[in-house]
């Protein structure tokens, strides 16, 4: 039976706090377009225990401190125009080959149980079923970022895979983050270190199209009532909710 305490909850909620915690004071952290929910993760973490964390956008704000999150894209005026400095794009690039960022956000579409990244097609490459956009900023960043943190709203055996139909990118990835559960890239694989408290092993279990071993997986917290009084104060228009 589903406790109130899990009816009240949103797993964009969950994941928000769970992205939070793995960011720490003195980072220097970057997300791209379409990230709402890492850009709210990033604020929650400045509001928490990392102030010191220096926050980079795609659209060039440095730190900043949006009054109203409106961008569905995550790249508008309202991350930009309070923003302390301007870096550019190209410049992110370039701090993450000089070994200078910390964690870059960024997702796909299929991965694998040896860190594989698929942005690219499903189906065979060059007679593809879809044709996706590409790796992008991810062909550069996974690489050469100390910590790739992926996040993805949908967790399915099609996402998960034994094997990706094609490697658009693969390296320094730390954790993927989905509604469902928490992976960590630990010896050279995928490994389930963690579950939602809305689903169950058996769950993730179903939904993971590569053999997962569940022993010594913890169960994540829901978000406290202090969390949540500052997730909504960020973000009280709701703009964590579009990607699902």
Not at 86 to 112: C, H, N, T, W, Y
Not at 136 to 153: D, E, H, N, Y
Request: hydrophobic content about 40%; overall charge positive.
């Amino acid at each position: 039976m589903m406790t109130q305490e899990a009816k009240n909850v949103h797993p964009a909620d969950i994941m928000i706090v769970t992205i939070a915690k793995l960011l720490h004071d003195n980072e220097t952290v970057f997300h791209g377009v379409s990230s709402q929910l890492p850009m709210v993760a990033i604020l929650l973490a400045k509001k928490m225990h990392a102030k010191n964390l220096n926050y980079l956008n795609i659209p060039g704000g440095v730190d900043s401190n949006p009054r109203n999150l409106l961008s569905y894209s995550s790249a508008g005026e309202d991350i930009y125009n309070n923003g302390c400095a301007v870096f550019p794009l190209q410049e992110i690039f370039d701090l993450s080959m000089r070994g200078k960022l910390d964690v870059a956000f960024l997702s796909g579409v299929q991965f694998d149980k040896s860190g594989n990244v698929n942005a690219s097609v499903i189906g065979d490459y060059h007679n593809p079923k879809i044709r996706l956009p590409g790796g992008a900023g991810s062909a550069v960043l996974i690489p050469t970022v100390k910590r790739a943190l992926i996040w993805r709203t949908k967790h399915d055996a099609r996402t998960f895979v034994d094997r990706v139909d094609f490697i658009t990118t693969r390296g320094n990835v730390d954790r993927i983050i989905t509604p469902l559960a928490v992976f960590k890239y630990k010896d050279n694989e995928l490994k389930l270190e963690a579950i939602s408290p809305l689903t169950t092993i058996d769950e993730v279990v179903k939904n993971t199209g590569f053999t997962v071993n569940t022993q010594g997986v913890r169960v994540l917290d829901y978000p406290t009532k202090e969390e949540m009084l500052l997730i909504k104060k960020i973000d009280p228009k709701g703009v964590r909710y579009k990607e699902f």
